[in-house]
């Protein structure tokens, strides 16, 4: 969900700061901490920072300009489609975010309710009390009973659940996945199917492959990949999504390719796979498991996957039914179960590709290359 | 200065802390046993293993030296380690 950045009080008397310079454009990705602009007064000149990393979805204020304090300088999103919310609306008339540090009674509260600092308007320097109680009651939602000892698990908004529990922040990951979900629950006509298939001439391929070069891993997977890319090289509907009611096809074919480490799963993207040949999609893999592993992926390494492959044949997963990611036609799923069965399946858009397509496809890449 | 003092048993002991995690037991590998043909770790572990090997022991690895011949067992890792460390 996208987030504002507000231009920040400088001095209690200042209601307006010049702003010298902004220093990102719209598109551009961010890091926290980054800094995104430089505001003065007659007094002092401080940089304004980002909070978090993202991509600057629109940047509303001009270099050397006077500007309200609490105005929004720019909205910044988790990735670099997101809307903007109310973006009709002037930047200078919404309700001012708080970034303002709360009052120990405020804070409790915030907990109790489970709400964020940054989702309460404050009207002074300090978040208060008050500030929570105007901002409840403008929710409609009543202060609920204090809490005087240490903090408890929060109970829950009228629209969440009915049982007692405590509100968690989402990783950056988590946030990934979750706004996959939604764009394959709400936009794609999600569907799926699979084969079995003979697995043996692939491990054939993929042990000679690795016996030639003393590979350290099985190169298995990452060859199956590039047969789908091959595929989706030759047949460009493959390589599409829908775009305002119509066929939107890409450029290049960027795949994505999930990698589990601990916890997390991430879909890396190896962009312009198509002009890879298999040791080179290998090496670009390898390249992005690192940097998994290492916790160094970037929101680079994550965007603008065309296609997809995904297995869980480490789990012996008899069947897994992968999420589609956004504007992905196909995320094709592989798997080995424990009895032995290999199969081959695909989450597809049915707005894309038919399910004769999908077949079409898995039984291509059921055969190595050679 | 990274410490390179007793790398094999620390090899050893991380080979064998990956292995649990995929429920398998690494007691009986030995030193110049093939890691991956031996099946206890997957190459998921094995990217694993070199990732932390090269955290633990302050050696940076190209793409192109991730082979058996230079991380393929215990003691090959170790070989690598003198080379390079």
């Known amino acids: ?370 | 200065m990274p410490d390179h003092g007793d790398s094999k048993g620390r090899i050893r002991a991380k080979i064998a802390e990956l292995a649990k995690e995929l429920g398998r037991n690494a007691s009986r590998l030995q030193d110049n046993d093939l890691i991956p043909q031996s099946g206890i770790l997957d190459s998921a572990e094995m990217m694993s293993l070199v990732v932390w090997f090269e955290e633990e022991f302050g050696v940076s690895t190209e793409a192109e030296e991730l082979t058996l011949d230079n991380f393929g067992s215990i003691d090959l890792m170790v070989d690598y380690l003198k080379r390079h460390g």
């Open chain 1, 1 to 370: 969900m996208p987030h504002a950045v507000h231009i920040p009080r400088v001095n209690n008397n200042d209601d307006e700061v010049r702003l010298v310079r902004v220093f990102v454009r719209d598109g551009e990705s961010i890091k926290p901490g980054q800094q995104l602009a430089e505001i003065e007064t007659d007094k002092a000149s401080i940089p304004v920072e980002a909070e978090r990393g993202g991509f600057v979805l629109r940047v509303l204020q001009t270099d050397d300009s006077m500007v309200r304090v609490g105005s929004v300088l720019a909205w910044i999103g988790e990735t670099i489609d997101e809307a903007i919310p109310g973006r009709d609306e002037p930047a200078a008339d919404r309700p001012k975010v708080s970034t303002a540090e709360p009052t120990a009674k405020a804070k409790a509260m915030l907990l109790e309710h489970g709400l964020r600092v940054e989702d309460v308007p404050a009207q002074g320097e300090r978040l208060t009390v008050d500030d929570v109680l105007a901002y409840l009651k403008s929710r409609s939602e009543g202060p609920k009973t204090p809490v005087a000892t240490t903090p408890t698990p929060s109970s829950p908004a009228s629209a969440g659940p009915s049982a007692a529990g405590r509100l968690e922040p989402l990783s950056m990951e988590a946030r990934g996945m979750m706004r996959s979900v939604l764009w394959h629950r709400d936009e794609a006509a999600a569907a799926y199917l699979e084969i079995e298939y003979d697995p043996q001439p692939w491990e054939e391929h993929a042990r000679a492959f690795a016996e030639e070069r003393r590979m350290l891993g099985n190169p298995l997977l990452p060859l199956m990949a590039h047969r789908l890319v091959v595929i989706a090289r030759d047949h460009a509907r493959l390589n599409s999504t829908i775009v305002d009611g119509q066929r939107f096809v890409y450029e290049h074919i960027n795949l994505g390719f999930t990698i589990q480490v601990q916890d997390n799963l991430y879909l890396v993207v190896v962009p312009r796979a198509e002009e890879m040949d298999p040791p080179a999609l290998i090496k670009a893999l390898d390249q992005l498991h690192r940097k998994a592993i290492g916790h160094k992926l970037t929101p680079e390494d994550m965007r603008g996957a065309t296609l997809g492959f995904s297995s869980m044949a480490r789990w012996q997963a008899s069947r897994h039914i992968p999420i589609l990611p956004p504007y992905v036609s196909m995320i094709v799923a592989h798997t080995v179960s424990k009895d032995g069965r290999s199969v081959l399946g695909a989450t597809y858009d049915h707005r894309v590709l038919s399910g004769g397509d999908a077949v079409f496809v898995l039984n291509w890449l059921a055969q190595p290359l050679d």
